[in-house]
């Protein structure tokens, strides 16, 4: 049975493709404002279930995979930046300290079933000189993402990264693939080609968590 992935984001659909699987995609627009004292665990988790859940009243009887992913320094969240200065302010935050990215898998099943799984990525970044924050805010990269793209100007500041670094792209692999294969979805003989990807996008906005 071919899944649905709940995101319209190129990193994930680039991500899956290299699990050789057939999958369609359907984004999954909620709301994602933290609750009140909300900690990154249980609103990582939340989201996923979430967009599970807002894909599957669309697709009653198919498998949804979901994802979310967010940036933490300690129990503070970092939602998307809305602008510039959110964006500056969000790279003070996190220069020269370690922070955490949290992407949380939720499994929605035609029965109703759900499965989920937590990877959480310590990730360092150097001090950074106010010129290289700027670079950064000026290239628009924090741009609908958590933060940054481990995969753009961010990568050259990283200086350490313990866990999987496909956690910080959006879709841990290895997990994932637990996932899928526990379930009966990952079928090798079928692939979704990354040139796919700006049909079943339709043009929408580029790296969306």
């Known amino acids: 049975m071919t899944f649905i992935l709940a995101s319209l984001s190129p990193s994930r659909f680039a991500l899956l493709t290299q699990l050789g699987v057939s999958f369609d995609v359907h984004g999954a627009n909620i709301d994602e404002t933290p ?7 249980p609103y990582v988790m939340r989201m996923a279930r979430e967009k599970a859940e807002k894909v599957s009243e669309l697709f009653p009887d198919r498998p949804i995979l979901a994802a979310d992913t967010i940036v ?6 970092l939602r998307k930046a809305q602008s510039k200065q959110e964006a500056h302010d969000h790279l003070r935050l996190i220069s020269g300290r370690r922070h955490r990215v949290y992407t949380a898998l939720a499994l929605r099943m035609p029965s109703g079933a759900y499965y989920t799984r937590l990877c959480v990525t310590h990730v360092a970044v150097k001090i950074l000189e106010a010129d290289e924050i700027d670079f950064f ?5 924090w741009r609908n993402v958590a933060v940054y793209r481990i995969e753009g100007i961010m990568g050259m500041y990283i200086r350490m990264i313990r866990g999987l670094s496909s956690t910080v792209q959006g879709l841990p692999l290895w997990d994932v693939y637990a996932l899928l294969k526990g379930h009966g979805l990952w079928n090798p003989s079928c692939r979704t080609t990354a040139g796919e990807l700006p049909t ?3 043009a929408r906005s580029l790296w969306v968590w």
């Open 35 to 41: 609750i009140v004292r909300e900690r990154p665990t």
């Open 137 to 141: 805010v000026q290239s628009e990269e």
């Open 72 to 77: 933490a320094v300690g129990t503070r969240i």
């Open 200 to 202: 079943l996008l339709s």
